[in-house]
């Protein structure tokens, strides 16, 4: 974060030829020159490169407030916490203004007289694009107050007549003035509330108790929501839909790699994970999403393959401490860790009560020979499943480090083949190591070559 500039009056404001500009038109230079310039206006975006980030640059450049619909889990908070990116890094704002007014435009009835009585001398306060952001979370039991404003007894009590202007408390739209406000799930917020904000994004007046403000607001809202047919909450009411001028639909990473990009992305690991599980994971999560198992009209959200890289983490970490190990590194048996976890994060359809645990179980197991296919496709995995033939027993397991798994492992003729497992996932550790060999022995286990127990927080390949 750059220094914010020294200018302090209104009148060293104009002196520096200084231009106001309405934030729609701001957002719209801003986005025009970071695409001119080769820069990505949207970091930490994966997958929405051909579909919603196109749809939502052209709105911007329309000027719209947007609405974003789509399942949980699909990126809608981060694509509006994004927009802040558009906004000058600083602007100049009226010091004191209750709604941060621009020093060339008040709005206010005090900011006005303040302006009229200080002419040049008026003092001018910058104010960082962070400071330019509100955020709600939609509830049942958000007020108007909350959103659009409330007479202050207070202010009636020291004197002031019910009709005069000094007397309302601002809500968060009109404390929004010059910036953005964001409203999470606005399906959530009870009708009359939807009906309050009608004013605000069209006519830009604010009507407090049978008062009307004239204030011309300068704000951008922009809202998410889960599609109606999903949400048993509400709806958003069909004049305030017609106030938004876009209507965004929102998806899941339709690549692969895009998934595993948000899992890196977004997940806080306390131990390694390697590439191959992250992969499970991402395809874990898209097996549930096709599923018809699953309800699909709740969907199924990037945060369950993201709190299960970090259950994975946790349970090397666990080992680590527990065992001794000198690195926690994730391998698949942390994999069940997830799934013991995870489940409450799937909304399974009716008539599946008591076979979640099993579904769960499966896609698990198909995620994981995806994987073993596409990481090991070409290797001649032949002289280990020969070692097991001859009565070989691997054990594996929570309770198992890596180096004693590493140990027990059987000889093999040309002593190469554990090199290229590894080599698969350039292991550079005994954990990392060890990882890759366990995927090769779990995918020979599920194309049924070696047979495998697992019970009492162990697993033996045999």
């Not at 927009?83 to 890094?89: F, I, K, P, T, W």
């Not at 994971?281 to 993201?306: H, K, N, P, Y």
């Amino acid at each position: 974060m750059t220094n914010p500039p020294s200018i302090r009056t209104v009148g060293e404001l104009r002196a520096s030829g200084h231009q106001s500009k309405h934030l729609r038109e701001e957002i719209r230079d801003n986005l025009l020159a970071a695409l001119a310039e080769g820069r990505d206006p949207w970091p930490g975006l994966h997958g929405l490169d051909d579909t919603v980030v196109p749809q939502l640059e052209r709105a911007l450049l329309a000027g719209h407030d947007i609405v974003l619909l789509g399942e949980r889990g699909q990126g809608k908070t981060r694509i509006l916490r994004t927009l802040v990116g558009l906004l000058d890094e600083w602007t100049p704002v009226i010091d004191g203004s209750e709604l941060g007014e621009h020093p060339y435009a008040p709005i206010t009835h005090a900011s006005k007289q303040r302006a009229a009585e200080l002419g040049d001398d008026l003092p001018v306060a910058w104010r960082h694009r962070d400071e330019r952001y509100a955020e709600k979370l939609a509830t049942p039991d958000t007020s108007v107050a909350d959103l659009i404003g409330d007479v202050d007894p207070m202010k009636v009590a020291e004197g002031r007549s019910l009709g005069d202007p000094e007397t309302i408390h601002f809500g968060l739209i009109p404390r929004s003035h010059r910036g953005i406000v964001a409203i999470n799930e606005l399906p959530d917020l009870a009708e009359r509330i939807q009906v309050a904000m009608l004013n605000v994004m069209e006519e830009r007046d604010i009507q407090i108790r049978g008062y009307i403000l004239r204030l011309p607001l300068d704000v951008l809202v922009v809202a998410s929501a889960n599609p109606e047919d999903y949400t048993n909450r509400g709806r958003i009411i069909t004049p305030l839909k017609d106030r938004f001028g876009a209507e965004i639909r929102t998806h899941y990473p339709v690549e692969l790699a895009d998934e595993m990009a948000v899992i890196r992305q977004e997940a806080h690991l306390v131990a390694e994970v390697p590439d191959p599980l992250v992969e499970i994971l991402a395809r874990f999560t898209r097996g549930l999403r096709e599923s018809s198992s699953v309800d699909q009209r709740s969907g199924v959200s990037a945060r369950f393959s993201i709190a299960g890289a970090e259950t994975v983490a946790a349970a090397a970490l666990h080992r680590k401490a527990v065992q001794g190990e000198k690195e926690a590194v994730a391998r698949v048996v942390d994999l069940e860790t997830a799934v013991d976890v995870l489940g409450g994060k799937v909304e399974f359809e009716v008539g599946e009560e008591g076979r979640e645990r099993p579904i769960l179980d499966h896609l698990l197991r198909t995620a994981t020979a995806d994987t073993v296919r596409h990481l090991f496709a070409g290797l001649d995995l032949a002289p280990l499943v020969a070692a097991f033939e001859e009565g070989t027993l691997v054990t594996t397991g929570e309770r198992v480090t890596a180096s004693d798994f590493l140990a027990a492992l059987p000889p093999l003729s040309g002593g190469s083949l554990y090199d290229d497992i590894a080599d698969r996932i350039d292991a550079k550790s005994d954990g990392e190591r060890a990882c890759a060999i366990e995927l090769a022995l779990e995918g020979l286990y599920l194309i049924r070559k070696i047979d495998k127990q697992s019970g009492d927080r162990e697993t033996i390949y045999g």
